[in-house]
């Protein structure tokens, strides 16, 4: 007990030299309810450190920190959606304070739900310009078929300033990473804590660094009006099979076909830039343009996996390449569609990406800073079979961005919708410009059914 209220001491003590830098903060705390937590570390239930050590943290958090509270499986041994707010953000401490004296751990591990439920809670929380962090704290891993890892990158397409901390507790392996896992696509930091001690010097660092504001990324630069642009190469796929103008890597015959003036593409496993087995990558053989230049893939399909994905950029082999890709994503509670750009360089891996489109079927506004706000999924997929939607890499000097539009779609003021990724730079063209479809996610069900038009490469002089 002595060591205990020692280490509170110093946690405190850090706690409050950082108070006079503080920014007006919101932080929202997911606390693991599930049965594991009874589990034993130092002869005291991990839970009751938990709470003993966010109770704490109660009295230092600064003031200028908006304080929520979440917790699951406290309900229900069996439930999936056992997700409890327990306090709103600005509740007043002493009354968080009782909600988590009240925790009795019970049932699942529905960390996607949670994840979702506080994405959408910070996201919609006024002011919007101030940092927002989601502090997970969990001793598993999800145990409802979700997929947290996924789910945490909204945060960085929310239209807020938001980072998602995680700290295990007392974690295996497997559990471990995917926590990392969250953490590092929801623009947070892991903490991975074996002991009692390790876990208050670890939720220490979590909540500072949670008041610690952080920059978002610029914007890409805006391009300038009146480039020249010339046509360098198009294919609209007007012949029987696919031209000398392209090779497939891994190819699978009965799996594509070239007719009435398109090529038309099926899949019903994964085929990303990323998989060693991916069939049907399309390369182009000739010549990209000297200078900047935008390479343009247009589609339409019907998008009946659980997970849809068009890969369209320079690709050289699974651990080296630069990517736009079309996403429309039917998982979670926040459906869907997107466009993103992956820079992966040795295998090391970096992604930005933004919403295009969602549906939000039973957890409310998922995309509060989305122009076009929540449509029917069903609207969204019936426009994607007969709407022709253009998929973009442009390259400016060394910089690379990604953009997506669909023909016909506006804003409210009638000009077209379209988004478009921050950059990337890369000093060389790191492979040849490919193309390959396919379900992605590891519990992705459903085929894929895509029909390009053509791709179009065009030189541009700004």
């Not at 480039?227 to 090779?247: H, M």
């Not at 182009?284 to 343009?296: F, I, L, N, R, V």
Request: include cysteine.
């Amino acid at each position: 007990m002595k060591l205990f209220e020692t280490t509170l001491a110093t946690l405190s003590a850090g706690l409050i030299a950082t108070s006079s830098l503080a920014a007006p903060t919101d932080i929202l705390f997911i606390l693991d309810g599930s049965g594991s937590m009874w589990g034993q570390i130092d002869g005291e239930a991990k839970i009751s450190t938990a709470k003993s050590t966010l109770t704490q943290l109660m009295d230092d958090v600064p003031t200028q920190a908006r304080v929520g509270l979440m917790t699951y499986g406290t309900t229900s041994k069996e439930s999936c959606t056992d997700v409890q707010v327990l306090n709103a953000l600005g509740t007043d401490r002493a009354a968080i304070k009782a909600s988590i004296s009240g925790i009795t751990p019970l049932g699942k591990t529905p960390i996607q739900t949670a994840l979702m439920q506080g994405i959408t809670m910070l996201s919609g929380a006024e002011p919007a310009d101030i940092q927002k962090s989601l502090v997970l704290v969990s001793d598993g891993i999800e145990t409802c078929d979700g997929d947290p890892c996924t789910i945490a990158g909204l945060a960085k397409s929310s239209g807020v300033n938001m980072n998602i901390h995680v700290v295990g507790f007392d974690v295996d392996a497997e559990t471990r990473a995917q926590l990392e896992c969250i953490a590092e696509n929801g623009g947070g930091q892991y903490f991975d804590a074996a002991d009692t001690s390790g876990f208050q010097s670890a939720m220490q660092e979590a909540v500072i660094l949670a008041q610690a504001t952080v920059e978002p990324e610029p914007a890409p630069e805006p391009v300038p009006e009146g480039p020249v642009i010339n046509e360098f190469f198009r294919d609209d796929f007007d012949g029987e099979d696919i031209s000398d103008s392209w090779i497939l890597t891994n190819p699978d015959p009965e799996s594509y076909v070239v007719e009435d003036g398109a090529l038309l593409m099926l899949s019903t496993s994964p085929n990303r830039f990323t998989e060693e087995s991916g069939t049907n990558l399309i390369t182009y053989t000739g010549d990209m343009p000297d200078g900047d230049w935008d390479a343009k893939v247009t589609f339409t399909g019907e998008l009946t996996a659980s997970g849809n994905v068009l890969h369209f950029g320079l690709w050289k082999d699974t651990d080296n390449f630069m990517a736009s890709s079309f996403y429309a994503n039917k998982a979670g509670s926040c459906w869907s569609t997107s466009a993103s750009l992956t820079k992966t360089s040795k295998g090391e891996k970096e992604e930005v990406s933004r919403i295009y489109r969602a549906h939000v079927p039973s957890l409310g506004n998922c995309y509060t800073k989305l122009p076009k706000g929540p449509e029917d999924w069903s609207t969204i997929l019936g426009d994607h079979e007969t709407l022709p939607t253009t998929l973009t890499l442009s390259k400016r000097g060394r910089s690379y961005t990604a953009s997506l539009e669909m023909e016909g779609l506006t804003l409210e003021d009638g000009t077209p919708f379209k988004v478009i990724t921050d950059q990337f730079t890369a000093l060389r063209a790191p492979g040849e410009l490919t193309f390959g479809m396919g379900r992605y996610g590891n519990n992705a069900t459903g085929e894929m059914l895509l029909l390009v038009d053509s791709v179009v490469i065009n030189a541009v002089e700004e």
